[in-house]
Each structure stands twice: as structure tokens, then as C-alpha cells.
């Protein structure tokens, strides 16, 4: 490298020399120039220092923005910019750096510099820039590598050389001599190798055309190998062949046909000329017109229609063979049948077709529990016409997958997972509609994992007034009791529909305690541990009396369905008692007089699988007296009869329109009896047939809201045979639709008698008619006219589906205090849902639809209709009932209290709460009236009930006891019950097997009764203390304590009277013995028996052994055996219920027979005992007019009764159970303070 730059300095100083001697006169300035020029290059070279290029300018600001692109300054200038600028100057033509602009700029020395117009700041516009590069020191360099060329191998799995190249580039053009070489190789080299070799097979080719068309061929198809050498080769073969046209080749038809020949399709022989003679009837025998009629193996073709006698004519049809022919109508179950010949070469077929009904679950799927891995099954069944074909499975609302859990009728799980616990419910379907089963409850228990908790919940027992236990002053005991959840158990077999012998958390062991009262004790056996044992299966019955809406008449020796099987017969005062299959989910029991003298009325029934017995009253419509009408004339019948208003609607009857049960035309006179249930009228709500709901087409159960239901009879004047009648047109008058939006909604519906639903029978349109119907003056009017035909069905209702619903909250609690621990079960609350009159004012016009819940351990959620933007568009009524006894709802007045009511303000006002003797104090107290106002969901007040809306149903039934609610109570004051074994009553599952237990039998509930009577000015509170008598495990210990206060006899002045409750005597729950119950009646206060009924007292002698009866304030006996009557003044009645059976004792007790029911005390029939119990007058003088009149005589008594009270005090101290400790208690403290006193004025005196 010096050597070479030597030689340029030679070069240079030899060159300067030849200048010189050339150019004379151009010396001076030329020498300079050449000089800067020459050391310009020699430092560039020797030194490193870079220079910068001219000013570029090749853009303007106008448009975007200033560009200056090193691209397009090299297209424009070429070599003056070198390849690789190592630095970049911007300056706008004002000479101002980039920089110092304040404008947002952008550069890089591979693009070059750009400025952008909306980049800037307030509007502004980029500058006019110009720019120049510094290029580096070095003329010479390498330029980048090029890519790498092709492998020098060309067959495949082997290894090549790869090559690439790279220039050396000058700056600037210099003499060859004088420019350095670039340093380096121009080329590189590296090994390269080819793929691996390859055989593939490409996809295979479409199938090749069928070697024939029937009888058997095949068919080809091919694939190539795709390969990179020849050394290797594909697997497999090139070529796949198929089997096809496996159908059978067209061969002569083998039918053999007798009589004519076979068909196109060889399916059935074809008789040119001969006919088929058919007829289609109802189930009555009425003809069936426009039915279609085909060939069962065709269905789809229609060949032939019935015409108006029912009857077709089909031809072709073979009278040697037979043909099954499909025949089916709408609303009308489609059957398929076979044809009928005789010798006489002629064939005919007769169809009966049946009314289509909806499909309905008479199997619903059971609660089931299981351990993790087992296994269960669930049911479901359905009946319809035609009978459902389809079947779903759901789980929480989800449909399972058929082809997973292969399931038809039945759902069969196995090796159960922990997620697949849930609710489960099946959906069955058929051409008629859908329906969906009640959902059951799967509980899957994991393993390891106990099903009950052997620790007892805590459970408070209410003690008696007089109990005060010492240090706590509570009311009440912990005696413990097991949660109310299943087990699994151990099953003989589980993979029924239903689980034999079910198994329940229940009590295990139990323990005696002593509950310290203070001056005496009480026995208590209390709850210690609890596991898994059998259920207590209680007997389900329903109960009640039929009677007419109108009247009370009952309804004696009425029949009673439940489908289409007799069950029963209701008494000669209308009562019935119904034993539910333990199966049953819906009751429907249909209410049949053979008389015929009130309507055959079909009820849906609520009952209480845990509480055994449900008492119903059951109202039933009178039949409207028949009138005689003209079959061969239209005849018209309207439709609601109130007087001063008009009918609202008409049944119209074309002539020739009834028939007899042969189908014959009946052209006589027809006795005609419509009976319509006028929605006007609230008196007839109770007498609803059904409960108002229809099922939609997912299954669903809605509600309806009625415009008015009627009943048809219609029957052949002579032989009162029943007549059917077609095309029966009905009438509704659109004047008494109030709610507009009900108009287009509203449907003709009949009832289905052995499912309690109401089917759709046609919709409405509209007719204009100009008549009277009873006014003076004619006009105009709108009607909503529906075709009909009746048949089978008499029952048929004027219904719109109505969505705006809501659920109302009601509780029903023991007495007026309302404690949330007092809430009375299986109590039957009944609402009717009103609609007002015209301008929504809070008079009702009509009601709607009416509704029963029964109450549970939470109270109950009523369905009922509702509005958001008129509080008062709907209202309802409201009732409860429990054992035919009629509860009091909270009062109304003579103020509005919320507190009493269970509803906070301001929502109340807007609710517009009323009980029934709000205005008029003389009404009963048994009801409430509420605007139904759609609650606010914007509106804090509103959330917490007590309406709630129609998607918040499990809101309602989980609210907490301090939510809004509306309330009912037992009108029983001073009543008070206590057993050693707790048990509730309102839940038979409770009961537990123990020699203690007041209730030997959970399946069987004796109530025993005894009536005293009662003379003196008030009432007296009775107490029944119960022992064991003659039972060597129970003979003298306590079974409980029953307290009651004496009823006011309304008929009789200072008198009164109580039923009071005792321990019936018989056998124990083991069913080896049978005790005696030891009873003592007592009264409290100055009491004294003065009366005994003789026949009871002659009884008791007759079966001893003989309790001593020595106190007159008090009676004792050995509790009778047998169940006396009310000639003894003993009541006894047996349930498979313990409140009903108490009821019906008490309501005979009032009544004072054996037979009857009151509410009144009459206190001078059936009485066991008589006491009197005078007040106490006060005769003596006041201690302070004592001592003035005598002082001596005074502290000597006041001395000796201190004493008395010293003696009295040490008797107190012994613990024992007593009748009234609290009457004695209160005479100690009267002696105590007595005695302070006189020691008080003993002191005085000495000072």
C-alpha cells in the first residue's frame, strides 16, 4: 500500500510539471484551483475526510407536502449521489435548517426527506426544502452478495456446489491505475444436496360409469404415482373397484292377481270398473264431509273425498283382495283400516273417526337420588290422538342428543357424573301438538360423601306461656330436628320408573331432656343424630263437598271420574274423600250428577304429598231449563242473561242441524238447554270447569282469560235421547271486550273432560248484525263470529291467551302476631282475577280467571294476570282456606297499616289494598282486593315483591320472610300445644317412632276431644295434661299439654264453653300394647266442677281401672278406648290427616253432634264436664282501713301470714310439673309483697 501511494505522488508531481510548462498565463488562479482539487482527492484517499454532494430540490409543498426521494433524485442526477449516504443536510430555500422550522419532518438515509401538509400544526404547510448527502470516504467497495445459484446436482438424494457472486464498484471514474482494488473475494462456495426421492400416490379419480344398470356391475376408478426418480415406486394399486347397480333388473311382475290385474308398481291389483264403497262417521255417528282418502302405500296421493253424508266412492279397488286405505281430516285423528268383500264381488269400508286430542302425560318422570357412578332411569308416557310417536329428553332445558343417550320413552343414565344432577323433563309430540312433563329432580351424591349430615338442624319449640327457663328467659327450646333432603339408600332394583322403598334423612337416635321452667320442669325428647332411613309415606287424600254456586244445594250420590274410571260417589251432603296414587303429578276428577240437575263439571284438584289431606269446596253450575226449539228452523240462543245488560254473545243453530247417534237428521222439537258461566257474575268463579289453561305448540302450559263458558244439551223431545248438532255458529258481542288488544287474539275453545285442558276449536272473524237482543231501539253492531260442531265435547269456552302475567306472594301464619315461625302449611289460597269497568276504575265487572296454590314452608306464588301502565287494568280477589275453615286476611282499616298488611309503602297506595269489610265492617273477614300492578323494575320499591313478574317465578318461591307479602292468619287466640316428641303437623314426614309420640301411626290420625263448659262472666283458659296410664313404657310420663280458652256461647249469657284436646288411648307405635291415656281437664282461676255427664261417668266405671277424681278444681280419667260420641261429650275422629281430622272434631264439638259442623259454640249440647268460675269479689277492706279500724288485730294476721309465706316458700323449692304454676306464683307474690308491707307498717310503728 505505500508503494502504491509513491507511485500516484509521482504520478501527480509529473502532471503539476507538464501543467506548468503548458499553461502560462492561467497560473496563478489555475494552480490554485488545481492544487485544492488535487490535495481534495489526496486526502479523500490518505486521510478519510468525506464530502458533501450539491443541493437536490426536486419538489414543491404544493399538494401533500414537500418529497424529496433519494430515488428520485438518483433517476434525475445519476452518479452525483453516491450508493450508500452516510449522512443527509435539509434546509428550506431560505436557508433555515430542518430543525429549527418547527414544522414535523420526517428522513432516512435510505428514502431521503419528506415533510406532509397535515401533519402540521394549526394549519400550516410544509416549507420548500432542499437537501444534500455526504458520501463515505472510499471510491471502492463491494456490492452485496447475490443469491445463491442452482445445486450442481441434479438427481435427487444427492450433493452439489453452490456458487454466488459480488462486484467491486468505483465512486467515482478515475484512471484504472489509480484506483484501489476492493479487498476480498468476489465469489463463495457451499455444499448443497437435493431432496430425498419420493412416491406418491395423487387422489383418486372419479368413479367410472356402472358396467350396467341393474342386476349387479361395477365401476371403476384410478390414481397416478407422482415420483422424482425412477428408483423408487409407489405401494398399492392403481386402480379401486366398486360393486353397483345392485338393484334389481325390471322383471315381470310375480303378483297374481284373481281378480284383474296387477298395478305399474306391482304393489296391489287393479280391478278396471269396480268401485270401492266407503263411508267416514264420528264416534257418534254423525258423517264426516271433505275427509281424504287414500292408499295406505301412498299416502300423500289424494284420490277420492267424502262428501257431505260421508260417503266416497274410490275405483280400481279389487273386491277379491283387501286394500288398506289411509282417511284423515283435519282436527280429526287419521286412521287406517282394510276394505271389506263379499260373495256378491262387491267391497266397501267404514271408518270412524275420532276427535284429535292434544297429547297428554299420564306417566311423569320421578325424583330420583343416586351416588356418583350408578345408574337410574326415567319414564315418561303420553296418551293422545293419535298417540304421540315422538319423544324428548331434556336436562336444565337442554335437549340431549338422541343418538348419544339412545332414548325413547324412557331415559336411561349410567355410570352418573356429579354434573349430570339437574332438573329433567321429557317433551312428547304427535301430529295434534306437544306437551312437556313435570320436571324431576336428579340428585347425584358424590362419593365418599355422607347424603345426610348426622348433626340435627337447629329447630325451636315454642313453650308454654307459664315455661320462663331460668338465666335465658327464652320461649323456646332447641330440640333439633334432621334436614327434609333424600338418600339414596340401598335399592332392590334401580332401574324402575319408580323407586320402591324411598329413603330419607331422618332421626336415628333421640334423647331425654328436662326443660327448667323455672317452678317446675317439662319432659322433652330432643333430636341426637340422624341418617338415612325409609320415607314416611303419607296417604294422599283429597277431600271436600260438591254444591251449587247459586244455592249451597249439594250435589248427593254424585258420580266420580278421574278419566274414564268410576272412583267414587259423594255423600248425601255432597262430601267426597279421594285416595291419591302416590304417582299422580295433575288430578283431574270429573264431577258427574245423575240426575241431571247441575252440569257434569271436570276440576283440577292441588294436593299436598306432604301434608296428606287437602279439603276442596267444590261449586257446580245449576242446568239452565230447557227450552223447545224446531230443528227444521235457525234458532238463536243467547248467551248470558244479567238483567239491564245485554247477552254477550249468541249461539246460532242453521236448520237440519242436529242428528241423532245413527247419524239420522232429527226434524222434530229439541228441549235445548245452553247453561253459560257469565264472567259478570263473580258468584260463579268458583264453578270454572278445569283451570283455565290451554298448551301451546311448544308444549308449554299458559293461561286463558275467559270471556264466557257454556254448556249445550240438547236432546229428542220424546225419548230425551242426547242430539249432536253441525255447524253451530257463535256470536261474541266485541262491546264487552274492554281490552282492544284482545279482539284478534280470541279463540273458541272446548274442554277435554279426562285431562282438564281446554283445546282450541276454531278462531274468530268479524260480522256486523243490526238487532236488539232485548234493547228497544236496533243498531248496529261488531261480533267475533266461531264455527263449531258438537259432538262429543259439551263444554266450551270464549278464551284470549293472555301474556302479561305476574305471580302474587301470600302467606298464611297460625294467629295475628305473624311470626315467621308460626306459618301454616297446605293452606288452599284462591285467586279471581277482575277486570273493571270501562275507564279501569277499582269497581270489577267481571272476572277473568281464578287460580289455587297450597302453601308451603314458605307460603305460595299465585299466577295471575297483570299490567305495567295501568295499575288498575286487572285486579283480583283473594282468599284462603284451610280444612273448609275460611282464614282472615290482614285488615285494611280503620287504618292502613303496612306492617300489619306485609306490604311497605309507597307501593301499597299503589296496589290499592282492601279487605273485604273495608267499607262495610258487618262483611266477612276472610278476603283482600289488589290492583295487579306490573312491578317497576327501575323502581327500588317494586323489587321486592309482593308481585312479581312472570320470569321471576323462583324469585317468588325463594323470597325471604321479610319481603313484601300478603297475609292470612287463623282466627284461633290462646291456643297452645306442646309435645314431648315434636312433630309438624303441616309435614307428616316429620313424624318419628317413639313410645312418646302423640301420633302412634303416621298413616292413620286420631283426634280425641272433650267438651267443657264454662260458667261465669269470661272466658277460661283449659288445660288437658296428658300421661301415659297402663303402657309399662309410658305410664306416667308426659305425652303433652294442650291449652285453650273457653268460646263465648253467642245464645247465652255467661256461658261458655272449650273443646279441648286429649291423648287418645289405644296402641302404641309398636303396635303390641295398648295404653290408657291418663287425662286431667283443668281449668284456670277460681274454678270448681260442678257437673259430670252421666253416661260418660258410667263408662269410665264400666272400664277400669278408675282414675282418681278427688280435686274439684280439676277432672281425671283413664282416656276411653272406644271412639264415644257427642252423648258422652267425647269427639273422636280418624284421618290420614292430623289437621283435618282435628277439624272435623272441633267443628262437631261446636256443634255439639256426632255428625255435624259449626263454627258457633253451643255450649248446652254434648258436654262432658261443667265448672263454674266466678270472679272473685272484692268483700274485704284495704290494708290502711284496717289498721285504722283495728291495728292490733291487723299486725297479729300480718305476723302469722309471714310466717304461712316462709312455709309456702319451702314447699316451692321441690321441682315438679304442675297445671298452672303461674296462677300459684302470682298468689306468692301478692303474699310476699303483703307480708313486706305489714312489716313495713310493723317498723313504723315502733319508731
Known amino acids: 500500500m505505500l508503494g502504491l501511494k509513491k507511485v500516484a505522488f509521482l504520478l501527480l508531481f509529473l502532471a503539476s510539471v507538464a501543467l506548468g510548462q503548458g ?153 484504472l491505475l489509480l484506483v484501489p482494488a476492493c479487498q476480498g473475494h468476489h465469489s463463495e462456495r457451499r455444499e448443497c444436496s437435493t431432496p430425498p426421492c419420493t412416491a406418491n400416490w395423487s387422489p383418486w379419480g372419479r368413479w367410472g360409469t356402472c358396467s350396467v344398470t341393474c342386476g349387479g356391475g361395477r365401476r371403476l376408478r384410478r390414481r397416478t404415482c407422482v415420483k422424482n426418480s425412477d428408483t423408487v415406486h409407489c405401494t398399492g394399486r392403481h386402480v379401486e373397484m366398486q360393486k353397483c347397480g345392485k338393484s334389481p333388473c325390471p322383471v315381470k311382475c310375480q303378483r297374481v292377481c284373481t281378480e284383474g290385474r296387477p298395478s305399474e308398481d306391482c304393489s296391489r291389483c287393479v280391478c278396471q270398473g269396480h268401485m270401492l264403497h266407503g263411508e267416514v262417521h264420528t264416534v257418534t255417528n254423525v258423517p264426516v264431509a271433505g275427509a281424504w282418502v287414500a292408499l295406505a302405500s301412498q299416502p300423500k296421493v289424494i284420490r277420492a273425498r267424502s262428501d257431505a253424508k260421508g260417503q266416497f266412492r274410490l275405483p280400481g279397488v279389487c273386491s277379491s283382495t283387501s286394500t288398506m286405505i289411509s282417511i284423515r281430516k283435519e282436527k280429526f285423528a287419521p286412521v287406517t283400516l282394510s276394505t271389506f268383500s263379499n260373495s256378491t264381488g262387491l267391497s266397501w269400508v267404514h271408518a270412524v273417526l275420532k276427535s284429535a286430542e292434544k297429547p297428554y302425560i299420564v306417566k311423569h318422570p320421578e325424583d330420583k337420588v343416586r351416588y356418583e357412578g350408578g345408574r337410574v332411569q326415567l319414564c315418561c308416557k303420553a296418551t293422545g290422538s293419535p298417540a304421540p310417536d315422538k ?45 312437556k312433563s313435570s320436571p324431576a329432580s336428579l340428585t347425584v351424591i358424590a362419593k365418599g360423601t355422607p347424603a345426610c349430615n348426622s348433626t340435627p338442624e337447629t329447630h325451636l319449640i315454642r313453650l308454654p306461656l307459664d315455661c320462663v327457663q331460668p338465666g335465658t328467659d327464652s320461649k323456646y327450646y332447641n330440640a333439633g330436628r334432621c334436614p327434609h333432603n333424600k338418600c339414596a339408600g340401598s335399592l332392590d332394583f334401580d332401574m324402575r320408573c319408580r323407586d320402591g322403598d324411598g329413603f330419607c334423612c331422618a332421626v336415628q337416635s333421640m334423647e331425654s331432656r328436662t326443660i327448667d321452667c323455672g317452678s317446675y320442669s317439662l319432659p322433652i325428647r330432643a333430636v341426637t ?20 254456586a247459586d244455592n249451597g244445594e249439594p250435589l248427593r250420590f254424585g258420580h266420580i271420574y278421574i278419566g274414564k274410571e268410576r272412583v267414587g260417589t259423594t255423600g248425601y251432603q255432597g262430601s267426597f274423600t279421594l285416595k291419591i296414587p302416590p304417582e299422580t303429578k295433575r288430578l283431574v276428577v270429573n264431577f258427574v250428577d245423575p240426575t241431571e240437575k247441575f252440569l257434569d263439571t271436570p276440576k283440577v284438584f292441588i294436593f299436598d304429598k ?128 274492554k281490552m282492544e288488544e284482545h279482539i284478534p287474539k280470541m279463540k273458541l275453545w272446548s274442554l277435554n273432560p279426562d285431562t282438564g285442558v281446554w283445546e282450541e276449536e276454531s278462531d274468530f272473524s268479524y260480522t256486523t248484525t243490526t238487532g236488539g237482543h232485548g234493547r228497544s231501539k236496533r243498531e248496529e253492531r261488531t261480533f267475533l263470529i266461531g264455527n263449531m260442531e258438537i259432538r262429543e265435547r259439551r263444554l266450551f269456552n270464549l278464551d284470549v ?158 323470597a325471604p320472610v321479610d319481603a313484601n307479602h300478603f297475609r292470612f292468619f287463623r282466627v284461633e287466640k290462646d291456643k297452645y300445644e306442646y309435645n314431648v316428641v315434636p312433630f309438624e303437623e303441616n309435614d307428616l314426614t316429620t313424624w318419628t317412632g317413639d313410645y312418646l309420640s302423640w301420633w302412634p301411626n303416621p298413616q292413620e290420625f286420631r283426634a280425641c276431644f272433650i267438651k267443657v263448659k264454662i260458667q261465669g262472666q269470661k272466658e277460661v283458659m283449659v288445660r288437658s295434661r296428658n300421661l301415659g296410664g297402663t303402657h309399662r313404657e309410658t305410664k306416667d310420663k308426659l305425652y303433652g299439654i294442650r291449652d285453650i280458652r273457653s268460646t263465648r256461647d253467642m245464645r247465652e249469657a255467661n256461658t261458655s264453653a272449650a273443646c279441648v284436646e286429649f291423648k287418645c288411648s289405644g296402641m302404641l307405635f309398636d303396635q303390641a300394647e295398648v295404653d290408657r291415656s291418663l287425662i286431667t281437664v283443668l281449668p284456670q282461676g277460681n274454678c270448681r266442677k260442678i257437673g259430670t255427664n252421666s253416661l260418660l261417668q258410667e263408662y269410665l266405671i264400666k272400664h277400669p281401672p278408675v282414675a282418681q277424681n278427688n280435686d274439684t278444681h280439676a ?48 255450649s248446652d249440647s254434648g258436654v262432658a264436664l261443667t265448672f263454674s268460675c266466678p270472679e272473685r269479689k272484692i268483700t274485704r277492706e284495704s290494708l290502711f282501713q284496717r289498721l285504722q279500724t283495728n291495728p292490733g288485730q291487723t299486725l297479729s294476721q300480718m305476723a302469722r301470714d309471714m310466717r304461712e309465706s316462709e312455709g309456702l316458700q319451702v314447699q316451692r323449692s321441690s321441682t315438679r310439673v304442675v297445671a298452672y304454676p303461674s296462677e300459684q306464683r302470682s298468689e306468692s307474690r301478692r303474699v310476699s309483697s303483703t307480708t313486706r308491707r305489714r312489716v313495713s307498717m310493723r317498723t313504723q310503728q315502733r319508731q
Open 23 to 175: 499553461f502560462v498565463r492561467t497560473r496563478n488562479q489555475s494552480d490554485r484551483s488545481r492544487r485544492a482539487a488535487i490535495n481534495a482527492f489526496a486526502d479523500t484517499q490518505s486521510t478519510g475526510v468525506t464530502e458533501w454532494t450539491s443541493w437536490f430540490n426536486i419538489d414543491h409543498p404544493g399538494g401533500n407536502g414537500d418529497y424529496e426521494r433519494l430515488e428520485a433524485i438518483r433517476f434525475y442526477y445519476r452518479e452525483r449521489v453516491c450508493t450508500r449516504p452516510t449522512a443527509m443536510e435539509a434546509r428550506t430555500t431560505d436557508w433555515v435548517a430542518a430543525a429549527d422550522t418547527g414544522e414535523v419532518v420526517h428522513s432516512s438515509l435510505e428514502k431521503g426527506f419528506w415533510c406532509i401538509n397535515k401533519e402540521q400544526p394549526q394549519g400550516r404547510i410544509c416549507s420548500n426544502y432542499h437537501v444534500r448527502f455526504q458520501c463515505p470516504p472510499v471510491q471502492s467497495y463491494w456490492t452485496d452478495w447475490s443469491e445463491w445459484g442452482p445445486c450442481s446436482a441434479t438427481d435427487c438424494d444427492d450433493v452439489g456446489i453452490q456458487v454466488r457472486q459480488r462486484k467491486c464498484v468505483n465512486t467515482q471514474p478515475m484512471p
Open 391 to 435: 319423544y324428548y329428553w331434556y336436562h336444565n332445558g337442554t335437549l340431549l342428543d338422541r343418538k348419544v343417550y339412545k332414548y325413547e320413552e324412557d331415559l336411561v343414565l349410567r355410570d352418573l357424573k356429579l354434573d349430570q344432577a339437574g332438573q329433567y323433563y321429557c317433551k312428547t309430540s304427535s301430529s295434534a301438538g306437544s306437551i
Open 529 to 548: 343424630q340422624c341418617s338415612c332411613q325409609k320415607c314416611v309415606q303419607p296417604t294422599v287424600l283429597v277431600r271436600g263437598r260438591v254444591v251449587t
Open 610 to 737: 306432604k301434608s296428606g289431606a287437602i279439603y276442596h269446596d267444590v261449586k257446580v253450575m245449576r242446568k239452565q231449563k230447557p227450552i223447545d226449539i224446531n230443528a227444521a228452523e235457525t234458532n238463536s240462543i243467547s248467551l248470558g242473561d244479567i238483567e239491564g245488560e245485554d247477552p254477550i254473545g249468541q249461539l246460532v243453530i242453521p236448520p237440519n242441524s242436529f242428528h241423532k247417534d245413527n247419524g239420522e237428521i232429527y226434524e222434530g222439537t229439541v228441549k235445548a238447554s245452553v247453561t253459560f258461566i257469565d264472567p259478570r257474575n263473580i258468584t260463579t268463579a268458583a264453578a270454572t270447569p278445569g283451570d283455565l289453561n290451554f298448551v301451546d305448540n311448544e308444549g308449554d302450559m299458559l293461561p286463558l282469560r275467559t270471556y264466557g263458558m257454556f254448556s249445550v244439551d240438547f236432546r229428542d223431545e220424546t225419548n230425551k235421547d242426547v242430539l249432536g248438532a253441525g255447524a253451530v255458529q257463535v256470536l261474541l258481542d266485541t262491546q264487552h271486550v
Open 801 to 958: 291467551p293472555e301474556n302479561r302475567r305476574c305471580y302474587v306472594k301470600v302467606r298464611a301464619y297460625m294467629s295475628d302476631k305473624f311470626l315467621h315461625t308460626e306459618q301454616l302449611e297446605g293452606v288452599v289460597i284462591s285467586l279471581i282475577n277482575l277486570e273493571p269497568k270501562p275507564g279501569y276504575s277499582s269497581n270489577p265487572r267481571a272476572w277473568g280467571r281464578f287460580d289455587s296454590v297450597i302453601t308451603g314452608s314458605n307460603g305460595a306464588c299465585l299466577p295471575a294476570f297483570c299490567d305495567a301502565q295501568r295499575p288498575d287494568a286487572y285486579t283480583a280477589y283473594v282468599t284462603a282456606m284451610m280444612g273448609g275453615e275460611e282464614l282472615e286476611a290482614a285488615p285494611s282499616s280503620p287504618k292502613m297499616n303496612p306492617n300489619i298488611i306485609g306490604v311497605s309503602q309507597p307501593y301499597l297506595d299503589k296496589i290499592d289494598y282492601q279487605r273485604s269489610d273495608h267499607e262495610d265492617p258487618a262483611l266477612k273477614k276472610t278476603a283482600f282486593r289488589i290492583n295487579l300492578a306490573k312491578p317497576n323494575q327501575n323502581n327500588l320499591d317494586e323489587t321486592n315483591g309482593p308481585i312479581y313478574p312472570y320470569q321471576s317465578l323462583i324469585a317468588c318461591e325463594n
Open 1115 to 1162: 277432672f281425671t280419667m283413664l282416656a276411653p278406648v272406644d271412639p264415644l260420641g257427642h252423648n258422652y261429650g267425647i269427639y273422636t275422629v280418624t284421618d290420614q290427616n292430623p289437621r283435618l281430622a282435628k277439624e272435623i272434631a272441633i267443628g262437631r264439638c261446636f256443634d255439639g253432634t256426632s255428625d255435624g259442623f259449626s263454627r258457633e259454640m253451643k
